[in-house]
């Protein structure tokens, strides 16, 4: 696998992924401009999670079906018509639509991963995933300090402009530059839909999809209520000082890269524990938001290196697990990630306006505790090791 095929793919991922967080940073411009309430502003990033949902059941399973490479292209060009008609719209409704449509075919970041998957050598597996799986946190942390500029310069709209127009560019530079993806037998969509369905009963699946359930409501609840508190009393600051909040998290993401490397080692495990860990002392920093930005970037650092190496660990895990069916399983274990997300997203602007930061604290600290949990449950009854050896 090229260098060129690695970054196209991890580019590829950051802009499909920026397309269903870039509202983050805006969504008090976007509620004020299409009449949206401030306790239901966390539905512009939860209905682009909801579409992803959709997407990861009856569009990812087509990976192992059909040709990835033209399957990403297809996918790509969607995403920029959703962004399209986001851009455009002229009222709430139609704005939604826009973000669901564009949701449901940004789950060609599954796609590109699984096709990452299935090309790389085994020794390489997972320092491939990492490279690649770290255009998804780079593009929703970046996503936050373009958006912030472009919206302070030309509005939010100028967001989903810009957003729309990268990715028709990258639908047509994947048709032309990824290798063609050459299967012998591809399964039966009927078959697919089947086995994704099937992996919900297996134990090894349904840790990894809990882990991740409860790391991404937690990544949610930062990212969507952020903007929030920072916007208002005692900081008052833009969309773009707002943005720069992601320089922080791309540096926690960065610093995770290695997690493939490790994963290759025979650490993910190990990782998944201490990313855990590290992703609970995280909120003890974020909760201080009310009285000290330093804090606060110290924590966002600290939650972004968890959530990438537990992400990146857990694909790992899973495409050496099904080697097989790794669109079909990448898609599955996605389920968890947008129901956590659209959790997250929803709930924290709901309780901001209730209780102020303290309510979203809480619940990201407590997210980020079930998490730990249910990872300790796992490594304690054994359930990876023994679905691993089994071949489950």
């Not at 008090?28 to 401030?38: I, Q």
């Not at 990782?271 to 938001?289: E, H, P």
């Amino acid at each position: 696998m090229s260098w060129r095929t690695r970054l196209l793919l991890a580019v590829v991922c950051g802009v499909a992924v920026a397309s269903v967080y870039a509202g983050q940073p805006v969504l008090g411009a976007m509620g004020r401009d299409l009449g949206v309430p401030v306790d239901a502003l966390g539905w512009f990033v939860a209905t682009g999670q909801l579409g992803y949902l959709a997407g990861l059941v009856l569009l990812v399973p087509l990976g192992d079906v059909l040709d990835r490479r033209r399957l990403i292209a297809a996918h790509l060009a969607l995403v920029a018509a959703g962004m399209a008609v986001t851009a455009a719209a002229p009222a709430a409704w139609v704005a939604f639509c826009g973000l669901a449509a564009a949701g449901g075919f940004a789950v060609v970041v599954q796609s590109a991963v699984a096709y990452t998957a299935s090309i790389s050598p085994p020794a390489e597996r997972g320092r491939n995933l990492g490279i690649v799986t770290s255009g998804v946190v780079i593009g929703i942390l970046a996503a936050r300090v373009v958006a912030g500029i472009l919206a302070d310069l030309w509005g939010w709209r100028s967001v989903y402009l810009a957003l729309a127009v990268v990715t028709a560019v990258l639908a047509l530079s994947a048709l032309a530059l990824l290798p063609a993806d050459v299967r012998r037998a591809p399964a039966r969509y009927g078959q697919v839909l089947r086995s994704f369905a099937r992996l919900f009963g297996r134990p090894l699946f349904l840790g990894r999809g809990l882990i991740a359930f409860f790391l991404f409501a937690s990544f949610g609840t930062l990212w969507s209520g952020m903007a929030l508190p920072l916007s208002g009393a005692p900081w008052h600051l833009s969309e773009t000082q707002i943005g720069l909040f992601g320089v922080a998290g791309l540096a926690g993401a960065l610093g995770a890269a290695r997690s493939g490397r490790w994963g290759d080692a025979g650490h993910a495990r190990r990782v998944t524990g201490v990313a855990l860990a590290l992703l609970v002392v995280s909120w003890v920093a974020i909760g201080q938001l009310a009285w000290s930005l330093p804090l606060l970037v110290l924590g966002v650092i600290l939650l972004d290196l968890a959530v990438q190496a537990v992400h990146v660990s857990n694909q790992h895990t899973l495409t050496s697990a099904y080697p097989g069916r790794t669109s079909t399983a990448i898609g599955a274990y996605m389920v968890f990630y947008s129901l956590g997300s659209a959790l997250g997203a929803a709930a924290t602007t709901a309780l901001f306006d209730a209780t102020g930061w303290v309510g979203p604290s809480v619940l990201g600290a407590t997210l980020a505790l079930c998490a730990l949990a249910t990872w300790a449950f796992n490594t304690r009854t054994g359930v990876s090791r023994a679905a691993l050896r089994a071949g489950c």
